[in-house]
């Protein structure tokens, strides 16, 4: 019988992807502060608040196996926070059209007295020249305000683009589901 499994989000996105590998698990909300550090390159962030995430969760929650996962996107070296609102969300993709973002996504799974195992995605993203009246109809459409870059890539979002170059097609949702299913089985839960 497998330990407990638990989400360390509430993002339902991530949910989803972990539904797909259909193994019972429960969401627990981390405590974690998302405060980037002084400095702090987006791939380190990343690494950083996906560990916190899951050994957070974990310390409360010692039985289980924990999923932590966090993404953080790059333009020119710098992360780009989820906008919040529809003009900040209009002004990440202004900036973003015609170029290349970086989306680095971490996953960390933890359990309390194991070591924390741990697996990097870097999705590159090459957004098509986009028109002002473009990008406002498509933030009206889908309202990707929790959303980092600005997009839903599993929704209309696809239609902002030029390319996706990544080895995991899940990694850009939020959960890269190939490393998640070799980590699951690296920790003994059994999956076809």
């Given at each position: 019988m ?18 797909r590998l259909?193994l ?11 405060t980037?550090g002084?400095?702090e ?8 608040l ?11 929650m010692?039985s ?10 790059a333009?020119?070296g710098?992360p780009?926070g989820?906008?919040g609102g ?5 002004a990440q993709l202004?900036?973003?059209?015609g ?8 996953l960390?799974l ?11 995605d870097?999705?590159e ?5 986009l ?10 459409a889908e309202?990707p305000?929790d959303?980092?870059?600005s997009f839903k ?7 902002l683009?030029?390319a996706?170059?990544?080895d995991?097609?899940t ?7 190939i490393?998640?299913?070799r ?8 999956l076809p």
């Amino acid at each position: 019988m497998n330990p407990p499994l638990i989400l360390g989000s509430t993002s339902v996105y991530r949910r989803g992807l972990l539904e797909r590998l259909r193994l019972p698990f429960t969401c627990e909300r981390p405590d974690v502060d998302e405060t980037p550090g002084r400095g702090e390159a987006p791939d380190a962030l990343a690494i950083r608040l996906a560990q916190a995430k899951a050994e957070e969760v974990a310390a409360r929650m010692p039985s289980a196996w924990v999923v932590g996962s966090d993404q953080v996107a790059a333009l020119d070296g710098r992360p780009l926070g989820k906008p919040g609102g529809r003009d900040a969300a209009i002004a990440q993709l202004m900036a973003m059209s015609g170029r290349s973002v970086v989306f680095h996504t971490v996953l960390a799974l933890a359990r309390s007295g194991e070591s924390t195992l741990q697996a990097q995605d870097r999705t590159e993203v090459v957004f098509r020249t986009l028109q002002f009246d473009e990008i406002a109809r498509y933030v009206d459409a889908e309202q990707p305000f929790d959303c980092a870059g600005s997009f839903k890539c599993e929704g209309l979002g696809i239609v902002l683009f030029e390319a996706i170059r990544s080895d995991d097609p899940t990694a850009l949702v939020g959960l890269p589901l190939i490393a998640t299913a070799r980590l699951l089985r690296a920790a003994g839960y059994a999956l076809p």
